[in-house]
């Protein structure tokens, strides 16, 4: 479980008070490795989907519906999803999810390790998987399913004489955002596609800040810089569910995105509508004030002073590079 000193992270006005929690079941479905010790456990290769895809995940999972029990939902799911039957399962972990972003991004995700099922499993709905293998469970591919890789790291730990798997597991809630922008006296960040200037000495700054961490940008923003800047992992969002470019990992949301980027500080650099989205829980921004007011077509959301306080400030000429944090990050 998590545990953290810092303090606490804005929550968006449709998450305060109590808020539903959505519910799925997951399939650890392993079985004894052939020819050497440990397990060895299923995935698939999510495809066609609007979440995940070209991940690996858990050999089968979904949502409980219609009122079920969470133990329905996985034999449902593996039947549906891989063809078998559940012969012998036994409650795994619980993984509770949080995001910034999004009330049905709220989760309790319940995973079932699965021991023996009643034949060979296949793809039965090759629509929503590209590929389905047998994986050394501490030999995992690089891109699985981050909640999902989660709980395999754990019960890949417990067997090799490790802690026992946590009863529950949480992620996402030490996820803390920045924003990071240079912005007109006009509030303007953006026009044609790409910025309304060309200040050296702030992208020297943007390096600085950003180096070592992870970015999150919208496909305009990542086609304005055109590759992937050296130093840091870069997320993507994209509708387009084939774009994929060197050095990007993709996602097909915001809360996608955030899910890949992971529990930590969180560079968000852009564009418009992705600032409009996050700025409300937000930590920090870090803003270059630049002294001009051009014609643009995108902008930068007001910064409320009642609602950021200045920690620091650093003139140069023509601009002044600005750390603002929220005066209360419990409260949006």
């Given at each position: ?276 989205q996050t700025i409300e829980v937000a930590s920090a921004l870090e803003i270059t004030h630049v002294e001009a007011s051009p014609q643009a077509e995108v902008f930068f959301p007001p910064i409320d ?28």
């Amino acid at each position: 479980m998590s545990g953290t000193d810092r303090e606490p992270r804005p929550v968006h006005p449709e998450l305060r008070g109590r808020i539903p929690l959505r519910a799925a079941s997951y399939a650890v479905i392993t079985r004894p490795a052939a020819g050497a010790t440990g397990l060895e456990v299923l995935l698939q290769l999510r495809s066609g989907t609007p979440f995940m895809d070209g991940w690996w995940a858990c050999g089968a999972a979904g949502h409980v519906e219609d009122a079920g029990s969470a133990s329905a939902a996985l034999r449902r799911e593996v039947r549906e999803e891989l063809g078998v039957d559940v012969v012998r399962a036994t409650p795994l972990t619980t993984v509770h999810r949080g995001c910034l972003v999004g009330t049905i991004e709220q989760r309790a995700d319940f995973f079932f390790h699965v021991t023996e099922i009643s034949g060979e499993p296949r793809l039965a709905e090759p629509d929503k998987a590209a590929d389905l293998r047998w994986y050394p469970l501490d030999e995992l591919p690089e891109r699985v399913v981050p909640h999902e890789r989660l709980v395999l790291d754990a019960l890949a730990a417990a067997t090799s004489g490790g802690p026992a798997v946590p009863a529950v597991l949480e992620l996402g809630f030490e996820q803390h955002l920045t924003l990071v922008a240079a912005v007109g006296a006009n509030r303007a960040i953006g026009v044609e596609g790409g910025m309304p200037w060309h200040l050296p000495e702030d992208l020297r700054h943007f390096k600085e800040v950003t180096t070592g961490g992870v970015m999150v940008m919208g496909r305009r923003t990542w086609d304005s810089i055109g590759r992937a800047l050296p130093g840091r992992r870069t997320v993507v969002v994209t509708s387009d569910l084939a774009w994929s470019a060197p050095g990007a990992e993709v996602a097909h949301s915001l809360p996608e995105a955030l899910l890949v980027a992971g529990d930590r500080e969180v560079f968000v650099v852009g564009g418009g509508e992705i600032y409009a989205q996050t700025i409300e829980v937000a930590s920090a921004l870090e803003i270059t004030h630049v002294e001009a007011s051009p014609q643009a077509e995108v902008f930068f959301p007001p910064i409320d002073p009642d609602v950021w306080v200045e920690v620091r400030r650093a003139p140069r000429e023509g601009m002044t590079f600005v750390r603002y944090e929220r005066r209360d990050r419990g409260e949006v």
